[in-house]
Each structure stands twice: as structure tokens, then as C-alpha cells.
């Protein structure tokens, strides 16, 4: 997986940290959200304000500290986003949004279906 580079802003850093200390939920929207504050937390386990570069692969396991749901759009097989939204949502429950999204036959990658992962 390649690397990305980002900038999380102050603002945002203080919102997430006042939502996890409130007992509130983080949702990010878009797996590179995900991957970007997961990554900045990994040291601290608290977002971290700054630019920075995600270097983190998600995978079946990681223990997020950040994300709590996403909302994100259906992924294509065998992609790396496929692969940190199953680490999210676990395999059983996605292949199970997979099948009733081809049942009814969901338009998959950037072409406007999404799912909320709770």
C-alpha cells in the first residue's frame, strides 16, 4: 500500500479528542480518513495536529484507537480499501452488505452508493 501524505488541523484534532472523552462516536468519511487518523494516533493514541504521512496498512486486527464508524462507498475486490473496511466491519458482515448490494444491483468504486459501517 502506498504511502499518503496529510494535514490534520488543529480544530479537528481538539474536536476528535473532545468526542472520545465525551464517550462519543468518531465517524470518518473515507477510508483515507480512517487510515490518516489512525495513524496519527498510533503514538499517543490521541490525534496529533500537523502534516504528516500515512505509512499504516489496515488489516483484519489492527485495534483502531480513533475511528469508531465510516461511512465510505462500496470497494472493488481485492482493493486495499476492501481490506481496512473489513478490518473495521469484519469479513462476515461485509461479504453480507457485498451480496445485498449485487442483489440490488449497486453501482461499486466512485459512482455514488455508499454504506454507513456502525
Given at each position: 500500500m502506498e504511502s499518503e501524505r496529510y494535514a490534520i488541523p488543529e480544530a479537528t484534532a481538539q474536536a476528535v479528542k473532545a468526542?472520545?472523552?465525551?464517550?462519543?462516536r468518531v465517524v470518518a468519511v473515507?477510508?483515507?480518513?480512517?487510515?490518516?487518523?489512525e495513524q496519527s494516533a498510533l503514538g499517543t493514541g490521541e490525534v496529533q495536529a500537523g502534516p504528516a504521512e500515512a505509512t499504516l496498512f489496515i488489516t483484519p486486527g489492527h485495534r483502531f484507537r480513533v475511528v469508531d464508524a465510516m461511512l465510505t462507498n462500496f470497494h472493488l475486490p481485492d482493493s486495499t480499501p476492501?481490506?481496512?473496511?473489513?478490518?473495521?466491519?469484519?469479513?462476515?458482515?461485509?461479504?453480507?452488505?457485498?451480496?445485498?448490494?449485487l442483489a440490488?444491483?449497486?453501482?461499486?468504486?466512485?459512482y455514488g452508493d455508499a454504506m454507513l459501517i456502525l
Open positions: 468526542a472520545k472523552a465525551e464517550g462519543r473515507g477510508t483515507t480518513v480512517v487510515r490518516t487518523l476492501l481490506v481496512l473496511i473489513t478490518a473495521l466491519a469484519g469479513l462476515d458482515w461485509i461479504k453480507t452488505a457485498y451480496a445485498e448490494a440490488r444491483r449497486y453501482r461499486f468504486c466512485s
